[in-house]
């Protein structure tokens, strides 16, 4: 089993920085694709962003290409989103998930593990 606990999250002032960790377990976590999604107050869960095995390839949603970065640390530890330039609709909980190779990582329903969230807000 994967096990999934995402850190980082609070309080920001538009414009500001935060960067989410997301810290991992498992035998087999390297061979799975990392994704960051979030949700709103009354909203869906949304995709924001993802990466592959071996860091080959990263996808984005449009609504935070430019502005979020996600990447994995140098020992294949951790999953990290760092989120610049912040906007008030990035309010919202934040959650590391986990899925098999192969599968489209945009989709919330392609993941299989799940951290409990971590929430992000945006405000003055």
């Known amino acids: 089993q994967v096990h999934l606990v995402e850190s980082g999250g609070g309080l920001v002032q538009p414009g500001g920085s935060l960067r989410l960790s997301c810290a991992t377990s498992?035998?087999?976590?390297?061979?799975?694709?990392g994704g960051w999604f979030r949700q709103g107050p009354g909203k869906e869960r949304e995709f924001v962003a993802a990466i592959t095995r071996n860091a080959a390839i990263t996808y984005y949603a449009d609504s935070v290409k430019g502005r979020f970065t996600i990447s994995r640390d140098n020992a294949n530890e951790s999953i990290l989103l760092q989120m610049n330039s912040l906007k008030p609709e990035d309010t919202a909980v934040y959650y590391c998930?986990?899925?098999?190779?192969?599968?489209?990582?945009?989709?919330?329903?392609?993941?299989?593990?799940w951290g409990q969230g971590t929430q992000v807000t945006v405000s003055s």
């Open positions: 498992g035998r087999s976590f390297s061979t799975y694709i």
């Open positions: 998930a986990a899925a098999p190779p192969g599968r489209s990582a945009r989709y919330p329903h392609e993941y299989g593990y």
